[in-house]
């Protein structure tokens, strides 16, 4: 198993930017695909962002292609989410996900065992 704890999350304002963090612990990360997931209130969890184990590959949801980067860090065990010309909708406690070696899905929740506890992220209006 990996511990995660995420980061940087934050009040912003439409148009913003900010940069949430994933750090891991306890395996090694290096071997995980990690993926972003979130959850606005009274909604189901959604897929955000993904990244294979060496940074290779990354897959984004349509809702977030072009607005949001996803990345990572194998040497300090760090992921990262830049998430640029934010909106209202983008409101939601995001989560960092791992999975060792290859998810089956990498946009599917249940395809990740390893969950941080979530940071806050609000977009005002």
């Known amino acids: 198993q990996v511990q995660l704890v995420e980061s940087g999350g934050g009040l912003v304002q439409a148009g913003g930017s900010l940069i949430v963090s994933c750090a891991a612990s306890?395996?090694?990360?290096?071997?995980?695909?990690m993926g972003w997931f979130r959850q606005a209130p009274g909604k189901e969890r959604e897929f955000v962002a993904a990244i294979s184990w060496n940074g290779g590959s990354t897959y984004y949801a349509d809702s977030v292609k072009g607005r949001f980067t996803i990345s990572r860090d194998n040497a300090k065990n760090t992921g990262h989410l830049q998430m640029n010309s934010l909106k209202p909708d983008d409101t939601a406690v995001y989560y960092c996900?791992?999975?060792?070696?290859?998810?089956?899905?990498?946009?599917?929740?249940?395809?990740?065992?390893?969950w941080g506890q979530g940071t806050q992220v609000t977009v005002s209006s």
């Open positions: 996900a791992a999975k060792a070696g290859v998810p089956a899905f990498y946009s599917a929740s249940y395809a990740y065992n390893n």
């Open positions: 306890g395996r090694t990360f290096r071997n995980y695909a």
